[in-house]
């Protein structure tokens, strides 16, 4: 694949190679970064109910101007609505106020997931829904999963970065078929300036002439692995989609690997 590239196809499904992640913004100020990402080439929006702001990326989507079709919205489902999965995917259509949700998730494992996930192949097959997801879903977690469900997730959402690259676990996603998505690409809260700041990644970054986190998400598409920063800064989000006029040496992304701590920051 060119590195030129911003889409991957999973199973016939277009997905881009970058999107915004939203868990952090609210109100207006959500609107306003969704629309800043759309306007500057931005095609993947990711939200969930549990971030109470599906109504304003909905919003964010309309006063864009592009055509529905050109946007993929994915958002989650919460544990707490698993055993009424087919209710909260209406809901989140009407939050969303779109015809249809492009890849409708599960936060994370727990009781009832399965129940959850087949009412997302429901909705599928209604058309409210295009494709299915799954978040937090490791080695175990999904070969336990896979075998209870009749469509298989086109993409798996987990926490990666360089301090946690869970290389086994991606490997073994990606030997499935399923496109691997990171909802951390610069280590999470609180942890995102001691990446920043480490001193091969800078390194690194002033060969290239790009910044640290250029950098890492660029190291995270080299290894096959969509990501999804968050940011309400507009400069942040610009910076973030230029990372498709460079690539990175075999010999860096050895580098950056050995950075590798299998250091978690979240609880899942």
């Known amino acids: 694949m060119s ?3 911003q889409i991957d196809t999973v199973r ?3 997905l881009p190679r970058i999107g915004l992640g939203t868990w952090s913004l609210r109100g207006e100020q959500c609107v306003n970064a969704v629309c800043c990402a759309l306007q500057c080439g931005y095609r993947l929006i990711d939200t969930a109910s549990f971030y109470g702001n599906e109504k304003e990326v909905g919003e964010a989507v309309r006063r864009s101007g592009l055509s529905r079709e050109k946007v993929i919205i994915q958002t989650k489902l919460y544990p707490d609505q698993y055993d009424q999965a087919s209710k909260a995917i209406d809901d989140a259509l009407k939050k969303l106020n779109l015809d249809y949700i492009d ?8 009781e009832n997931d399965v129940s959850a996930y087949r009412a997302i192949e429901q909705a599928i097959a209604k058309r409210k829904v295009r494709a299915a997801g799954l978040s937090c879903y490791y080695i175990q977690e999904t070969d336990a999963f896979l075998p209870q469900v009749d469509i298989q997730p086109v993409l798996i959402q987990n926490e ?3 301090f946690y690259q869970d290389k086994a676990v991606v490997k073994h996603l990606q030997s499935l078929g ?3 998505q990171s909802w951390y690409p610069f280590g999470g809260r609180g942890h995102a300036q001691e990446l920043f700041q480490n001193s091969v990644l800078l390194t690194i970054a002033r060969t290239y002439g790009k910044t640290v986190a250029q950098v890492i998400l660029r190291w995270h598409l080299q290894r096959g692995v969509t990501v999804i920063p968050g940011s309400c800064n507009q400069e942040h989000i610009k910076e ?3 990372i498709f006029d460079f690539q990175l040496s075999q010999e860096d992304m050895q580098k950056i690997a050995t950075l590798d701590r299998n250091e978690k920051h979240d609880w899942y």
């Open 3 to 5: 590195f030129t590239s």
């Open 12 to 14: 016939d499904f277009q």
């Open 103 to 110: 890849i409708m998730m599960l936060h994370h494992p727990a």
């Open 160 to 162: 990666i970065h360089p």
């Open 178 to 180: 399923i496109a691997v």
């Open 240 to 242: 973030n989609l230029a």
